[in-house]
């Protein structure tokens, strides 16, 4: 379970414009649960899960991962996070940088080859594995940072456009691969963020649209995503969005 209880994150200081990225933002996140994160550009969504991730400290407000605080849920058990702008070592081959994240990552050292090599076969990137991670395209950037999310198992998936740049036949893999972790883990709690409500209304459970820093409305999935996708725009003309 996640509790996020009036989380308000400003950026800027002194003379300096400061935007109100979260206002007082209210949510909760079942265990066992996705839940999708939609809303427009600047809504407050990445800012969001840099809270969530332990990366952005709020300027108000709590955060309780299965009862701790982001850091010491980190600290603890570690959680898996993919970034909307996934970062690698250009100049370092794919498996080897797959494995140095293994080891921060908390990853028992006679164990990290078998790990990488399972990641990367189920990403599509064992015949990439002596690449450089520089000459990887966008999607296979993609595809590896969901191979660093299949290092260790999660009770928590935050997943911040996770789709971007993938192209339809790994999107569909990626519905299978996320669908698998929830069976191994039925208690596994996942927040996903994009601006593919059809994918979205195939894979959450449940929609929360955000909207200048705040959650403007929920809304249960129905398989439907037309509805789905005429029912957000309606949250979010309601709260005054043109």
């Given at each position: 379970?996640?509790?996020?209880?009036g989380?308000?994150?400003?950026?800027?200081?002194?003379?300096?414009?400061?935007?109100?990225?979260l206002?007082?933002?209210?949510?909760?996140?079942?265990?066992?649960k996705?839940?999708?994160?939609?809303?427009?550009?600047?809504?407050?969504?990445?800012?969001?899960?840099?809270?969530?991730?332990?990366?952005?400290?709020?300027?108000?407000?709590s955060?309780?991962?299965?009862?701790?605080?982001?850091?010491?849920?980190?600290?603890?058990?570690?959680?898996?996070?993919?970034?909307?702008?996934?970062?690698?070592?250009?100049?370092?081959?794919?498996?080897e940088e797959?494995?140095?994240?293994a080891?921060?990552?908390?990853?028992?050292?006679?164990?990290?080859?078998?790990?990488?090599?399972?990641?990367?076969?189920?990403?599509?990137?064992?015949?990439?594995?002596?690449?450089?991670c520089?000459?990887?395209?966008?999607?296979?950037?993609?595809?590896?940072?969901?191979?660093?999310?299949?290092?260790?198992p999660?009770s928590?998936?935050?997943?911040d456009?996770p789709?971007?740049?993938?192209d339809?036949?790994?999107?569909?893999r990626f519905?299978?691969?996320?669908?698998?972790?929830?069976?191994?883990?039925?208690?596994?709690?996942?927040?996903?963020s994009?601006?593919e409500?059809?994918?979205?209304?195939?894979?959450?459970?449940?929609?929360?649209?955000?909207?200048?820093?705040?959650?403007?409305?929920?809304?249960?999935i129905?398989?439907?995503?037309?509805?789905m996708?005429?029912?957000v725009?309606?949250?979010?003309?309601?709260?005054?969005?043109?």
């Amino acid at each position: 379970m996640i509790e996020i209880s009036g989380v308000t994150k400003r950026y800027g200081r002194g003379f300096r414009r400061r935007v109100t990225a979260l206002d007082s933002l209210d949510l909760e996140l079942e265990g066992g649960k996705t839940v999708a994160l939609v809303g427009p550009n600047g809504a407050g969504k990445s800012t969001l899960f840099g809270v969530l991730a332990g990366l952005v400290r709020p300027d108000g407000g709590s955060v309780r991962i299965e009862g701790r605080t982001p850091s010491d849920r980190i600290r603890a058990d570690g959680i898996g996070f993919l970034p909307d702008r996934i970062r690698f070592a250009n100049r370092r081959p794919v498996a080897e940088e797959l494995g140095r994240l293994a080891i921060l990552d908390g990853c028992p050292v006679r164990e990290i080859s078998s790990r990488v090599d399972h990641a990367l076969e189920a990403t599509g990137l064992r015949e990439r594995r002596k690449s450089m991670c520089g000459s990887l395209s966008n999607g296979m950037r993609q595809r590896l940072g969901l191979a660093q999310l299949l290092l260790r198992p999660r009770s928590v998936l935050l997943l911040d456009e996770p789709m971007a740049g993938l192209d339809p036949l790994w999107r569909s893999r990626f519905r299978s691969l996320l669908s698998g972790l929830r069976a191994a883990d039925p208690d596994m709690t996942v927040l996903i963020s994009s601006h593919e409500l059809g994918e979205m209304a195939r894979i959450a459970d449940r929609v929360a649209v955000i909207q200048a820093g705040r959650v403007a409305g929920t809304l249960e999935i129905d398989g439907d995503s037309t509805s789905m996708e005429r029912r957000v725009l309606e949250i979010l003309e309601l709260d005054g969005v043109e």
